[in-house]
């Protein structure tokens, strides 16, 4: 169950559990408020049924009739776990599932709850006590449960987001027309929102290109975030070395065009754009909050500096840009850290272990 089937990490990681879910043990059904969005039609192309309960607002009958669907549909389809996957459809899901008899419920953490609106938070919190257990993506996450909403460790199992290893894979670094003339590309995939920290990368790169030529920043997402960093690039002096362009389902081009893939978040858990660069072959640079330490061990697959902090994460850029073999190394060692621990049949092992725990109880 999750809000919308659009763009986004938790979305993507919907759509693979359950395009990958082993059929023989489980019949994967999603569920959604908002219709349409991309991995809709993904999902129905591999067979999986959705229920789309369109809904609007908590308050008002909307809610009332997507609990009613939710009742029929599960009773039709013998529907025996409830999984939400992020807080709109914890706050919703969990104690809808619970008052229309699904056997097993759990809920997701896969953010820190800082993120989360604060009228919110006592619905969460609720859910917390209501669910059978709380899948969780990172380390972070289940430490931050424990020790600051006091969530018992009994009900936390982390299970670490899937990834496709044999489509994320390293590959020669291939430029598009616009960055031909690239020496090195400074990039990074996301969507363009405030915690992603994305003016300190325009900030950092001003300062490492000034005494270089040929680098590129690539900047690939929407968001409302879009605008102020054009008008940053532009105040800096650097806008013919930038690059912008639109969100897309299909990063994989942007991602074989970038040296070195930057995540600059101000917040985080275990990001999938961060896995994505790594696999396919990118040197990685992250900020040291959430659960990018997870990924990015500092000095081996990658280098870490702090967040919101434009200056260290020039001095972490400039090594990468100047030493190609540095680069290449981290990178390598990068792309075989997340193929051994990361790929689908892993991933997707994990949740089915935690599926199939809940149901035998």
């Excluded at 993506?137 to 987001?161: G, M, Q, S, T, W």
Aim: hydrophobic letters at 40%.
């Amino acid at each position: 169950m999750t809000r919308s089937l659009g763009h986004g990490g938790t979305e993507r990681q919907v759509a693979e559990i359950a395009k990958s879910i082993d059929r023989a043990r489980f019949t994967p059904h999603v569920a959604c408020f908002d219709p349409g969005g991309f991995r809709e039609a993904e999902l129905r192309a591999h067979g999986v049924p959705i229920l789309q309960m369109n809904m609007r607002s908590f308050f008002s009958r909307d809610s009332l009739r997507a609990v009613a669907r939710l009742r029929s549909y599960a009773q039709t389809h013998g529907i025996r776990l409830a999984h939400t996957f992020d807080h709109p459809m914890n706050v919703f899901g969990v104690p809808a599932g619970r008052a229309v008899r699904i056997p097993i419920v759990l809920s997701s953490q896969r953010s820190h709850r800082d993120l989360i609106p604060p009228k919110h938070l006592p619905m969460i919190r609720l859910s917390d006590r209501l669910v059978d257990g709380i899948v969780v993506n990172c380390n972070f996450v289940r430490h931050h449960l424990e020790c600051d909403y006091r969530v018992p460790a009994r009900k936390i199992r982390v299970c670490y987001n899937a990834l496709d290893t044999s489509r994320f894979h390293p590959a020669p670094r291939t430029r598009p027309p616009e960055l031909a003339d690239a020496t090195t590309v400074i990039g990074v995939v996301c969507v363009l929102r405030e915690i992603k920290g994305v003016d300190t990368l325009v900030e950092a790169f001003a300062r490492v290109c000034r005494d270089r030529t040929g680098i590129r920043l690539l900047i690939v997402g929407s968001g409302p975030e879009r605008h102020g960093l054009e008008r940053k690039c532009q105040e800096l002096g650097i806008w013919k070395a930038c690059c912008f362009r639109d969100s897309t389902s299909d990063v994989l081009p942007w991602l074989h065009a970038i040296d070195v893939f930057v995540l600059p978040s101000r917040s985080e858990a275990l990001s999938n754009s961060l896995m994505e660069a790594m696999a396919s072959g990118c040197c990685a640079v992250a900020s040291r909050v959430g659960g990018n330490p997870e990924l990015v061990q500092d000095g081996v697959t990658g280098l870490l500096f702090e967040p919101g902090n434009p200056a260290a994460l020039a001095t972490q850029l400039e090594p990468v840009v100047d030493n190609p073999g540095l680069r290449e190394r981290l990178a390598s060692a990068g792309s075989q850290f997340i193929a051994e621990n990361f790929c689908t049949a892993r991933s997707i092992g994990s949740i089915e272990t935690v599926y199939s725990e809940f149901l035998s109880k």
